[in-house]
């Protein structure tokens, strides 16, 4: 089945400053990876997600990067505010299995 | 995803005892999910149905049973025989189709605890 590595577990970057979180996969028929953001005690939120047919998509402060060929994917968040505080998680899906994987998650904290 | 609840937001157990976590939603999905969540672990799936009167396990479902006799109810059962309940528990739905690549809207979740 699926294994999707999130890196790193924690991060803490300066208000202004970009964060970078990579994540990577094994399936490589998986062809949907959606980012969520979750905040304490809270459910997760998706932000952003990408297909296989798209190398990058971007959303505002937030975009996402997909490299197939290496089977890894990555999100990105520029000018980095305190409210983008939280639990991040990616995860991958695959047109043949019966699965939706997530990776451990990151917990990024922006200091004002 | 203001469209599922979760109920009750928190609930505690006796060792031995079955409950019955509730979730429901209202935005005409077919798909419907449960998620187990510990500290420092990703989400992962108990059980999923992809339509009325259909589940299937996912990784985790041993201890666990659910019914989808509605479409938009997805109750999820705690059993005695599930030895680390205590948890947060997240539902999740999608338009479905049974396909994993719909995005999924979480509720707000139920956190068990076993006394």
């Known amino acids: 089945g699926e294994n999707v590595e999130q890196h790193p577990s924690t991060l803490s970057v300066q208000e202004g400053d970009s964060a970078v979180i990579k994540c990577t996969y094994s399936?490589?028929?998986?062809?949907?990876f959606p980012w969520y953001k979750q905040e304490l005690g809270k459910r997760p939120q998706l932000i952003i997600d990408?297909?296989?047919?798209?190398g990058e998509k971007k959303d505002q402060r937030i975009a996402v990067t997909l490299n197939k060929t290496a089977k890894h994917f990555s999100l990105h968040i520029t000018e980095t505010q305190p409210e983008d505080s939280a639990v991040y998680f990616c995860?991958?899906?695959?047109?043949?299995?019966?699965?939706?994987?997530f990776g451990t998650g990151t917990s990024l904290t922006v200091i004002p | 995803d203001g469209g599922i609840t979760q109920s009750p937001k928190y609930l505690f157990r006796k060792e031995g005892q079955n409950v019955t976590l509730s979730c429901e939603q209202n935005?005409?999905?077919?798909?419907m999910y449960w998620y187990r969540q510990d500290p420092g672990q990703g989400l992962r799936l108990i059980y999923y149905?992809?339509?009325?009167?259909?589940?299937q396990k996912g990784d985790i479902a041993e201890g666990y049973s659910v019914s989808r006799e509605k479409k938009e109810s997805f109750p999820l059962t705690v059993t005695s025989a599930q030895k680390n309940p205590t948890a947060f528990y997240l539902c999740?739905?999608?338009?479905?189709?049974?396909?994993?690549?719909?995005?999924?809207?979480f509720g707000p979740g139920t956190r068990l605890t076993v006394l």
């Open positions: 995860a991958a899906s695959s047109n043949t299995g019966n699965q939706f994987y």
């Open positions: 399936d490589s028929a998986s062809n949907y």
């Open positions: 990408i297909r296989s047919n798209v």
């Open positions: 149905s992809q339509i009325v009167n259909d589940f």
């Open positions: 935005l005409n999905h077919d798909a």
């Open positions: 999740a739905s999608s338009e479905g189709g049974g396909y994993f690549e719909d995005t999924q809207y």
